[in-house]
Nanobody
Framework: QVRVVESGGGLVQAGGSLRLSCAASGRTETTYAMGWYRRAPGKDREFVAQINWSGGATFYRDSVKGRFTISSDNAKNMVYLQMTNLKPEDTAVYYC???????????WGQGTQVTVSS
């Protein structure tokens, strides 16, 4: 089992920045990747970004490319999401998730609210 806890959400004006943090604990030695997802009001949860634990390859949804950066500190089992030039449509609950060697995101945090005002 892996426990995942997010932090760093909040209220920011459009054009502003926020950094989300995610701490993983437990059986982290089996981690294949960590990722961020989000769920906006009335919408389905959607993929935001992923970082592979070995090699550090990163992946982003098109709408955040160039604005969001995912990074990790493997020694501390931490993953971060630096969000810049935030837009009102980025408003959502952001979830951190961990994928073990099965390569599916099996472990999820409780989420942290990000609200971008116009």
């Amino acid at each position: 089992q892996v426990r995942v806890v997010e932090s760093g959400g909040g209220l920011v004006q459009a054009g502003g920045s926020l950094r989300l943090s995610c701490a993983a604990s437990g059986r982290t030695e089996t981690t294949y990747a960590m990722g961020w997802y989000r769920r906006a009001p009335g919408k389905d949860r959607e993929f935001v970004a992923q970082i592979n634990w070995s090699g550090g390859a990163t992946f982003y949804r098109d709408s955040v490319k160039g604005r969001f950066t995912i990074s990790s500190d493997n020694a501390k089992n931490m993953v971060y999401l630096q969000m810049t030039n935030l837009k009102p449509e980025d408003t959502a609950v952001y979830y951190c998730a961990s994928a073990p060697q099965s390569r599916t995101f099996d472990y999820w945090g409780q989420g942290t609210q990000v609200t971008v005002s116009s």
